[in-house]
Structures are given as C-alpha cells and as structure tokens.
C-alpha cells in the first residue's frame, strides 16, 4: 500500500487547507495585511498524518508469522538501502593510548580506524574481575564533550562494576572527533549566530549538532545518510570488541541515550550482533514528534521513510525477538513519552505475536530528557539478565541514601563526570582532524561526489532533452500537476499600469499569492518573476511593467501568504533556514523543497494560457525556477537566475554553509548537477553565490 496516493488522504488535505482560504486586500499592502491561509508547515503536517496513519492502519491488519518476519525484512532492507552502502571492512589499527584507575574498575584509553585514517576515540571500562566479560557499547548522545559527558561515564562504570564490559565511542562531531578545525585559529562566517554551549576544543568550529546537519545536506544529495558514518562507526567498534580475548564475542549490548538513543536504535534494527539493547530518550512515534518538537538533526531523519511506512517502532521490531528495554522520561520535552508509549505498545503486541512478550520492556522515570540514574540501573540490570545469564537488583547509589525530596539538581548531581576530558582524551593533540594525514567527512563525501560526477556526466551527455527531462522528473520526485484555478482578489490603478491581486488554489489545498503587473498600453511581452523573499521584494517588476511587459510576481510555498509565522517556530531556525523543520518534514515524507516549489512555478506559467514568457528566479527561487524551465521547453521564451550556488557538488565539500537545505534533493548528483540545467535550458546567470549565499 502506498500512503501517498490514499484517496481519503488527499480529500482530507484538502478540507483541511480550503477551510482556511483567505481573501486579499487589493492595494498593494495585501500581502501584510491578508487573513492567514493554510502554511506550509500545516499542510505538510496533514500530509505526514495521513501517511502515519496509513502505516498504523498497516501494522493493525498483520497477521501471522509470515507477514511479521515479512514487515521486518522489508524495512530492514529499505533502511540500509535509504542510508547508503556500508564500505568494506579495513583495518582497524587499534590500540591502547592510556589507562586510568578507579575504584572496582579500570579504564582503557583507545583509538581505531572505522575506515582508512578516520579515527575513532573511545574509552573502554573494564571490571577487575577475570574476564572474558560480556561487553555493551555505549554510543554518546548530543553531549558536546562526546564520551567524557558525566552520565556516559557513570554508565560505563556501573556495568564494569557489576561484570560488564563497557565500550563508551565518542560519534563523529563530537568529543575527540569534530571534522571542521581551524588549523590556523581563524573563525567562523557566522559567528553571530548564537551557541547555547562552548565548543569542548579551541580549534573546533561548530557545536556538534551543527556539524552533523552540515554533512548531512552533502550525504542528502549523494542520496546517502550521515547516519551511515555514525552506524558504520558503531559496527567497527564492535569489530573491535570482538577482537579482544577479554571480551565474550556472543554476548554484545549496547545502549545509548538521545541522540545515542538514535544510534542504538539503529544499531540494534542492522546489527545482528547485539543481543540485549536500551535505547534512551529517543523512541517516540514520529506523529508525536511533528506535533510537538518537530525533526530534529539530520541522521535522526531518513529519506521516504514515512511514505514507506517505517515509524520509530519499526526499530525495535526490526529485531525482534531480540531483548529490548526502551527507556523514556515522563518529563521529556523533546520526545514525548506519549509516542514512547505507543512505541512500546505496537513492540509489545509484535514480540507478543512471536511468542516472546518479555523480551520487550518500557521504563519510565519521572525524569526530564537524558540519561539518568533510574535508566543506568535499569539498563543495567536488562543488560545483566541477558548478557550475564541471571537477575541481578544492581544499584548506583541505593535509594536509601536518597534525600527525602527529590529534585532535578540531585539527579543532574548524579550525572557528574568522574574523570575530565582531559584524563580521557586519546589523541594526543585532542581533536582526530590534529593527526596527519586524517581524512575527514566531508573529504570522504567530496571524493563520492567526484565519482558520481564521472559517471553521470557520460550518461547525461549521451542523453536526448527529452531524455534529460526525464531523468531530472525522477530525480526529484514530480507528480502530475491538477487543474488550478486562478481568482483576482483585488487591483489598484497606477500610472501607465495597474496591479492586480492574484490567488492561486491548487488542487492538494495549497494558494500561494501573486501580484500581475498589466501595462496600460501595448504588452511587449510575459514575465514569471519569483523572488525568494516574496512578491514584493523589490522593485524589478515595476520597472518591468513600465517598459511594456506583463509580469506576475508570483510567491512559491513556504514564502509569503504560506510561510510559518515566526511566533511559531521552534528550534533551529538559524544557519539551515527559516523552514529546517518543514523541509525534514518533508523529507521523510520523501520530498523536496525543490519539488514543492518547481510544482508552483509550473502551476504559475499557466496564468500564461498559451503565450510564451520569459522566467527569472532569484535567491532561493532560482533553483526551482531553473527546473520549472527546464520541463517547459516551449513556452520559456528566456531564463534567467540570479544569487543561485554554482553547483550542488560544491555544497558537498564546503566546510561551512549556510541555508542549503532548502535547495538540497535527495541523491541528486548522481543524476545532474545545476551547471547540467544551466545548460539544458541556456539560461542567464548573474550575480553567482557560493555555499554561503555569499558573492
């Protein structure tokens, strides 16, 4: 079954937008003063519901062991295929940099190769008992300090106090390995975007959560995952575990909290190999997460999955029967334990399908978000029951050496770090990218980009344009556009032209506004004019009009009468744009803002009827226009794009780059890049713009 094409689905979108129609003043201040139609944010939202619904619809009607065994394997299978192939096992060139000593444990300082001169940091506990040990890998979360965070220490130790090894890695873009360092101390571009926290290494750029969005838009577009490197990174340090005669190789967890909650999700749905997980503060059904905090960072969102039918619960029943104990905290703010809820509840009944419903467990902590002592105790006693082979009531600190009233500032007290990132660093400069001859991310993103160049060129070239048209529909996923309708809403009178108000309604219950510029003598010819800040962003049209031509400056979706009013955004509306949230939303959703906006730049050239027109796009309306152009060879007279990047492929090997998710296509450069259209559609480009939307 496919959620898109749901009759009720887009009979819903519908209502829901047309309920909201707005009507437009007629003078020139209309695209102010206008009652607020449906944003773009709300109808991506109808969207999303109706696909989840369509997956939970799904789920409900399974039905025996073929069918179960069947929806696993379908979207095992469609997540390795949405996040890229996995290299080939090199080797890891491990050793041992250091030790510590604490108290009933002792720690490991150790660095390996995930692949060739991309290093690895991590600290292994280990129990003064004999081994061999069981092992659990502890992938961090979004802790800017990686592995030297307070509660992955903690966690680490209380497994190897109680006969459990411990592998805790740093992720990449965080602790020891951030990929963007300033070897000569310079500065960022844009350093007057807020941080909430200090970056744990003077020659680290950016916080974590920005690198990994960062290199996350250069694996969009090579149709990959950033959540590949991060897996991968995981796997090879089970690889490592494995290797070691102190370690049972059959007996693995793992588990991890937030964005390590992710990472064991993850892990645990591809890896065969752990036998016991405990993701933390992640698990949350991805309706519950629109509703509330939105997408968050760029490997927490997979290509399609939503229109796939692959939600949050779908992790844990990717392995099932597979012991899993999915930790939530009922004050969680950024994953609702609602949706955790209803993830445990879609696992159990799965697990319970198989015959296995003990081997599926929900702890809740009346806690906020992270990884506190309520979850480490109780991961650590799941871990010991199927790791060690026996119960075991396992305390950090037993509660009755607890205060009468408990706050949140005891528990945080709890989380401190036992050991500073200094007595655990590995490297021995601090940061990976230090060490000679490191490659980073995004060099490993550039050289892929390079390959596919040399392939898709050969293609591209050996094409026909009506080939070309082709290739460029598939690639970004256009769907046949409905009838529209156009309505004037209102004109006013100027000299030698007037301006008329106009409202476009599309069939999916979108209207975007327009403004139609109408010489009062002979019209020389037909203009679409699409800025990227609006209908009104500049004075262009009106010089436009006053030489004799016809223009409609026209908004696309998501500017204008259809943007999310800045009262309503949330996090992150910085460096990746005004509309990160609704791009991931339509992301899993899988589609583009590029689709979105080529649609409404084609729904707009038939204001034209028949007659042939000149396109201009500026800013982040040139992408879209240069593609709307490029599927309309007959009509478009002439192109023009100003302050448009140069290439997709640049974006993937820049360091830094600002507000690029929005022009990003899921595994577009193994199709064309945009010098390809530039020259598909000869069209005039002024005014180029790097990465940066800098000159």
């Keep these: 079954m496919n959620p898109n094409r749901s009759l009720i689905g887009v009979l819903l979108i519908a209502l829901v937008c047309l309920a909201n129609v707005a009507s437009y003043a007629a003078d020139d201040s209309s695209e102010r003063n206008a009652p607020s139609a449906v944003t773009l944010g709300d109808w991506l939202k109808t969207r999303f519901s109706v696909m989840t619904s369509a997956r939970n619809a799904a789920f409900e009607k399974l039905n025996g ?35 510590l000593q604490g108290e009933d444990y002792r720690v490991e300082k150790v660095i390996f190769e995930s692949r060739p001169r991309h290093h690895v940091t991590a600290s292994l506990y280990l129990p003064e008992t004999q081994g061999p040990y069981p092992a659990i890998l502890i992938p961090c979360g979004h802790s800017h300090t990686g592995k030297a965070s307070g509660q992955y220490q903690r966690a680490g130790i209380l497994f190897a106090r109680n006969g459990m090894a411990a592998l805790c890695y740093d992720p990449v873009s965080q602790g020891e390995r951030y990929q963007v360092i300033d070897h000569d101390g310079g500065s960022s571009h844009f350093e007057d975007i807020p941080r909430k926290l200090a970056v744990p290494h003077p020659a680290v750029r950016h916080l974590c959560t920005t690198e990994h969005t960062l290199m996350g838009i250069g694996s969009i577009l090579l149709g990959e995952n950033i ?6 990174d995981g796997m090879r340090a089970i690889d490592y575990l494995q290797s070691r005669q102190d370690i049972q190789a059959d007996k693995i967890g793992c588990t991890g909290n937030s964005g390590g909650g992710t990472l064991t999700s993850y892990l645990m749905a591809l890896d065969d190999r752990i036998i016991a997980a405990s993701p933390g503060s992640y698990l949350t059904t991805f309706q519950k997460l629109i509703e509330t905090k939105g997408p968050q960072d760029g490997e927490q969102n997979i290509f399609s999955q939503i229109a796939f039918g692959m939600d949050a619960a779908d992790y844990v029943m990717m392995r099932a029967p597979t012991p899993i104990l999915i930790c939530g905290g009922t004050r969680d703010s950024t994953f609702d334990i609602r949706g955790t809820r209803e993830v445990f509840q879609q696992a159990n009944r799965f697990y319970s399908h198989l015959g296995f419903p003990e081997r599926v467990a929900l702890h809740e902590a009346d806690v906020p978000h992270g990884y506190y002592i309520q979850h480490r105790e109780a991961v650590a006693r799941w871990m010991h029951r199927w790791l060690v082979g026996h119960e075991k009531v396992i305390w950090e600190k037993p509660r009755s050496e607890w205060p009468a009233k408990v706050t949140d500032e005891f528990l945080r007290s709890l989380s401190e770090p036992v050991w ?30 390079i390959a596919l ?18 290739i460029i529909q598939r690639a970004i996923g256009m769907k046949e556009i409905g009838p529209v309708r156009f309505d004037a809403t209102g004109s006013a009178e100027k000299n030698g032209y007037s301006i008329n108000d106009v409202l476009m309604h599309r069939p999916d219950g979108i209207q975007l506004a327009a403004k139609s510029y109408v010489p009062k003598g002979e019209i020389t010819g037909h203009v679409l004019y699409l800025h990227g800040e609006g209908m009104s962003a500049d004075e262009v049209p009106i010089k436009l009009v006053k030489q004799g031509r016809q223009v409609l400056s026209a908004e696309l979706s998501g500017i204008g009468l259809t943007d999310v009013p800045r009262d309503r955004r949330t996090w992150g509306y910085g460096r990746f744009g005004l509309d990160n949230q609704e791009i991931f939303t339509a992301y899993l959703m899988g589609d583009s803002f590029v689709r979105i906006r080529t649609t409404d730049a084609l729904s707009w050239m038939r204001h034209f009827d028949d007659a042939r027109f000149e396109v201009i796009g500026i800013g982040e309306a040139a992408i879209p226009a ?70």
């Design 65 to 99: 062991q073929a069918e179960l065994r069947r929806w696993q394997d379908e979207r095992r299978s469609f997540f390795r295929q949405q996040i890229g192939a996995f290299p080939e096992r090199t080797p890891l060139n491990a050793r041992v940099t250091g030790h």
């Design 227 to 232: 959540a590949q490197y991060r897996i991968w």
């Design 420 to 449: 500073t990132p200094e007595q655990l660093q590995c490297s021995q400069r601090g940061q990976v990218m230090l060490m000679e001859g490191e490659r980073s991310v995004f060099e490993m993103n550039t050289d892929k980009a």
């Design 453 to 470: 160049t040399k392939l898709r060129q050969e293609k591209w070239r050996a094409a026909s344009a009506t080939k070309k048209r082709q």
């Design 626 to 695: 240069l593609h709307a152009a490029a599927l309309t060879p007959v009509q478009v007279q002439r192109v023009r794009v100003e302050k448009m990047i140069r290439s997709w492929a640049e974006v993937v090997s820049e360091l830094e780059h600002y507000n690029q998710l929005v022009n990003a296509v899921h595994g577009v450069l193994g199709h064309y890049d945009l010098p390809e259209l530039v020259e598909l559609t000869k069209a005039d480009v002024s005014e180029p713009v790097d990465a940066n939307w800098r000159p």
